[in-house]
């Protein structure tokens, strides 16, 4: 049982002593130039990481402890980059970057220049923003981060691009990227590069009701990892391309692999179209499968071997459609199609994949007891039938918002 909800007073206080002498720093300019007693985003960070106000602003001046807050209005969005990356380097705590007015984003974009649009060497959180524009050089054209521990709540990263590895994000070895509630889409890397939307060298990637969606690269269209843990919860991965391996999801010598009410569909590669795994010549890929749905994906199987030891599918009650030669699964896996809808806005704050009520992925799953809701949130309950469903979605055929869906008279 979480201790916090038993003990609701102590985790106060533990909430505000954690955050004691953190600042927030507003932003009250849009733009990237000085403007002599105005704070620019970037001197808003300059303020943060060198716990001082800059000369000639009205920053406040970071903390020192606790870690620091940056709230920008959303009246100001866009704001526009020309000079290098904004880089997160305080070391005295997370740095949180957010829009003034929690669920409405605010764009933070690149217009000129060539270079990241946010770098964190230190701990940051970002949230409610857009990012894009981003032109990365080795790595992370939307986000590059580094040794450390990088956050992403209800953010759009979009449109960015790299030259080797990430387009969208990135995060260096040791690091921990932690994406949540937002949508990774249309970012992409070179001809020669590692994971279009989203890439991580030993580190450890946590997606969770999130959608990695029409991103590119030669490997990995989606999510590239090398030698990591990945953790994916009721999130979506679709709509992805590699022109070699790994349409949604390329994973190398993984350390863990885990799948949970997630949707790996519409990708498209060569080679492991939804997910490819490889291994060393040693060991196997463990990927630990539960409730969730392989399908669709176009060019090769939904999940292909590559390499060194037969790999394992574990967990249960999951959708696969083809599967490669030299992977094991559970007895208990579907070989069905599902009838999945098209990526869309169906509720919530990313789009997924709807089913319709005929669908052999409803009702088919089996228990997982730390889902409360499907990958749209609240409002949208994960047990709804006999079973839960396989998948990100849950259908419900009293869902407000998949009544709008096919108020045109479209039976299901």
Do not use: K
């Not at 102590?10 to 600042?23: P, R, T, V």
């Not at 559970?330 to 069905?336: E, G, I, K």
């Not at 089996?366 to 949208?380: E, F, I, K, M, T």
Request: aromatic letters at 6%.
């Amino acid at each position: 049982m979480n201790v916090q909800l038993r003990c609701p007073l102590a985790a106060a206080l533990a909430l505000a002593l954690g955050h004691a002498g953190a600042a927030t720093i507003n932003v009250d300019i849009a733009g990237d130039a000085h403007v002599s007693g105005r704070c620019t985003l970037r001197e808003a960070i300059a303020a943060a990481n060198t716990h001082a106000t800059p000369a000639d602003t009205n920053c406040a001046a970071g903390s020192s402890s606790g870690g620091n807050t940056i709230a920008i209005p959303p009246s100001l969005s866009p704001i526009e980059l020309v000079g290098a990356a904004l880089d997160i380097a305080d070391t005295g705590g997370t740095t949180l970057v957010h829009s003034a007015v929690s669920g409405t984003q605010v764009a933070v974009r690149r217009v000129a220049g060539s270079d990241s649009v946010f770098s964190a060497s230190q701990p940051a959180t970002f949230e409610d923003l857009a990012i894009s524009g981003g032109h990365g050089g080795m790595a992370g054209g939307g986000v590059a981060g580094g040794s450390t521990t990088v956050t992403l709540r209800r953010c759009l990263v979009h449109d960015n691009v790299s030259q080797y590895f990430s387009g969208g994000v990135t995060i260096g070895q040791g690091g921990t990227l932690n994406v949540i509630d937002s949508t990774v889409s249309n970012n992409q890397s070179s001809e020669f590069g590692n994971g279009g939307g989203i890439g991580v060298n030993l580190a450890t990637l946590t997606l969770t009701g999130s959608t990695v969606s029409g991103n590119s690269s030669s490997v990995g269209g989606g999510i590239f990892a090398w030698s990591s843990t990945l953790a994916i919860h009721s999130s979506t991965v679709s709509g992805n391309v590699a022109t070699n391996q790994g349409g949604g999801i390329r994973v190398y010598g993984s350390v863990a692999f885990e799948l949970v009410h997630s949707t790996i569909a519409a990708n498209a590669a060569p080679h492991g179209a939804g997910v490819l795994v490889y291994d060393n010549p040693t060991t196997g890929t463990l990927v630990t499968a539960r409730n969730s749905l392989l399908w669709g994906n176009t060019g090769s199987a939904d999940i292909e071997h590559m390499g060194g030891m037969s790999d394992i599918i574990g967990g249960g009650y999951n959708l696969i459609g083809q599967i490669g030669d030299l992977i094991s699964y559970p007895a208990n896996t579907l070989r069905c199609d599902p009838q999945l809808r098209p990526l869309a806005w169906n509720g919530g704050p990313t789009w997924t994949h709807a089913l319709p009520a005929n669908s052999c992925a409803v009702d088919s799953g089996g228990v997982v007891p730390s889902a409360n809701y499907d990958q749209r949130g609240a409002g949208h309950p994960r047990w709804m039938g006999t079973q839960v469903d396989i998948g990100a979605y849950e259908y419900n055929p009293n869902d407000p918002d998949y009544d709008r869906i096919f108020a045109n008279g479209f039976e299901p």
